[in-house]
């Protein structure tokens, strides 16, 4: 009978081996450029789950409380495509190099994102930049 659960048990840690969700994004820096302050701070990752299995994203962290990501609802079938939505606080004048931090059950099942650029105080330095 020991037999049996320990060969029941192999078979199940096998087959779950064999068919992985693995999730591959589009970028994994997304660039805010030169922005004004108090413009539309709303980026997107985008990605794919290029593995054999659903992908689940059972979390998603930023590294402070100035942007604030939203992670896909339910799982995300092979092949399917989702984002992850990303809201940096464009009231905060100065750079933005922030870290978002995607778990799931994919191979690599932490993921490091990045999001970068920079707040500018007012419209009007943002114009001398241009010309």
């Known amino acids: 009978m020991k037999k049996l659960v320990v060969v029941a048990i192999m078979a199940l840690v096998g087959f779950s081996a064999m068919a992985q969700a693995k999730i591959t994004f589009k970028s994994d820096t997304v660039d805010y450029g030169e922005i004004a302050k108090g413009s539309d701070g709303v980026r997107v990752f985008e990605f794919t789950n290029t593995?054999?299995?659903?992908l689940i994203i059972s979390d998603?962290?930023?590294?402070c409380g100035c942007t604030v990501p939203k992670?896909?609802?339910?799982?995300?079938?092979?092949?399917?495509?989702s984002t992850i939505?990303?809201?940096y606080d464009t009231n905060r004048?100065?750079?933005i190099r922030k870290t978002v931090t995607v778990y799931s059950n994919a191979v690599e099942a932490i993921?490091?994102?990045?999001i970068k650029g920079e707040v500018k105080?007012?419209?009007?330095s943002?114009?001398?930049k241009t010309e």
């Open 60 to 63: 998603v962290k930023s590294s």
């Open 126 to 128: 943002m114009l001398e």
């Open 111 to 114: 993921k490091a994102l990045k």
């Open 51 to 54: 593995g054999d299995a659903p």
């Open 71 to 81: 992670k896909p609802d339910g799982a995300i079938a092979p092949g399917a495509s």
């Open 121 to 124: 105080s007012d419209a009007k």
């Open 93 to 95: 004048v100065g750079p």
């Open 85 to 87: 939505e990303v809201k």
